[in-house]
């Protein structure tokens, strides 16, 4: 027998047709003699309608008042899926963030789990019932209600897997699985039979928003075993856990992430000194502006050059303080670029290979792409392009590391 938590979203709870088809997929596990807890999203739209409704009052509701509200889209689910699970038999008990108890940290809208109590589920399931638990909310010490930012859900199935000591959390979703890049630019892109936390982090911060970042994080660190399967449809879905031993077997390259919402900020000619590149960067995140690739060079004259990349809803207050930083250090010039691009090709078998680099750029200066910057990690290397070549470099380099479906 096996525990499993169960997380469904919007759109697998989006109508009452949808959550009778999700009964009958829990009762299914459950005749299988499985003990499964369920965490679901509100039914899809409701989160951004309940916020409409906040928002023809005031545009700056009370957080703690917002929390009260939006929670409740989650509260609607778990009571009509345990209707609907008692309809076909199945004994199964709904709890809020609160009942359980989620406890969280008091920042609403953003709150941080801090501890499940896991024993009334446990004594639910003991007794042979299936568990569902209002994904996305908790309460803090005082009992406020909470919730735990856009897409929560998943990482409310991923801490109670954590706390129940789960053997696997399956987050079902609208697609089948995590695909070695965006399926919608490159069509031979192929389901993802596994891929470690790592890589899936490295994944989703690029760009592949199949699940929560936070949830991942999580879930590597309680080493909780994430499996992404469609609820549309039955398959095996995507496997996210610990890194394998066997990397020989693995492809070099496991995906190709990519990002369109970055812009470059190039400052020139800076003084080649201790404290330049705290003055410019350090302004920059005082602003709290998060910075992303980040690329310095010293010419032959001793003059700095310092290119960075920002969100591009950041951009034009990026580019005003590094205006009068570049004033106030006396630079040459300050350029910015919003028609850029990033793509990153992942794979923890990079570890274990050498020139995979050089292969990357082989690939896009055969499509004779330019390079703007670079950077790399342990398990990644991004570069940044002319918008206009993104999926052109994504397609090929999707190709070049030998990713395609076969057809
Ligand atoms: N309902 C919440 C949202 O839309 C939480 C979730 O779906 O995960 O963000
Ligand atoms: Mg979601």
């Not at 690029?206 to 909780?224: C, D, M, N, P, T």
């Not at 004033?327 to 274990?352: N, P």
């Amino acid at each position: 027998m096996s525990l499993i938590v169960q997380k469904y979203g919007g759109t697998s709870v989006g109508s009452i047709e949808r959550i009778q088809a999700v009964a009958a997929r829990v009762a299914q596990s459950h005749k299988q003699g499985d003990q499964v807890v369920v965490a679901v999203s509100a039914m899809s739209g409701e989160t951004n309608r309940l916020i409409g409704l906040a928002k023809e009052i005031e545009p700056q509701p009370a957080a703690r008042e917002m929390d009260v509200l939006v929670s409740t889209g989650e509260q609607v689910t778990i009571a009509l899926l345990c209707m609907a699970l008692h309809k076909i038999g199945i004994d199964a008990k709904s709890y809020t963030g609160s009942q359980v108890r989620i406890l969280t940290d008091n920042s609403h809208g953003k709150a941080r789990i801090k501890e499940i109590d896991g024993h009334k589920m446990q004594d639910d399931l003991d007794a042979g019932r299936v568990v569902v638990v209002a994904g996305f909310q908790g309460s803090d010490e005082n009992g406020n209600i909470t919730t735990l930012g856009r897409g929560g859900s998943d990482t409310t199935a991923v801490a109670l897997a954590a706390a129940l000591n789960a053997d696997e959390c399956q987050i079902y979703t609208d697609v089948d699985g995590v695909y070695t890049t965006d399926p919608r630019v490159v069509s031979t892109a192929q389901r993802l039979e596994k891929i470690t936390f790592e890589e899936m982090l490295e994944m989703a911060s690029q760009g592949s928003k199949v699940l929560q970042i936070r949830s991942v994080e999580f879930a590597g660190k309680y080493k909780v075993p994430l499996r992404v399967k469609s609820s549309f449809e039955d398959g095996p879905g995507t496997l996210i856990s610990l890194e394998e031993d066997d990397l020989m077997e693995k492809a070099v390259v496991s995906g190709i992430a990519f990002n369109r919402d970055e812009a470059k900020l190039t400052i020139r000619g800076i003084p080649d000194q201790p404290g330049v590149a705290y003055k410019v960067l350090g302004a920059i995140s005082d602003a709290n502006i998060e910075i992303d690739v980040i690329v310095q060079n010293v010419a032959k004259d001793n003059s700095a050059t310092i290119t960075f990349t920002v969100h591009r809803n950041d951009l034009s207050a990026a580019h005003k303080l590094l205006n009068q930083i570049a004033k106030d250090l006396g630079a040459i010039e300050v350029e910015a670029d919003d028609a850029i691009a990033k793509v990153s090709i992942v794979g923890v078998g990079m570890r274990s290979h050498a020139g995979v680099a050089a292969k990357m750029f082989e690939v896009l200066a055969a499509e004779n792409i330019n390079i703007q910057l670079i950077t790399t990690s342990e398990i990644k290397i991004a570069v940044v392009v002319e918008e206009r070549y993104l999926e052109l470099a994504v397609r090929a380099l999707h190709t070049g590391f030998g990713l395609d479906a076969p057809d």
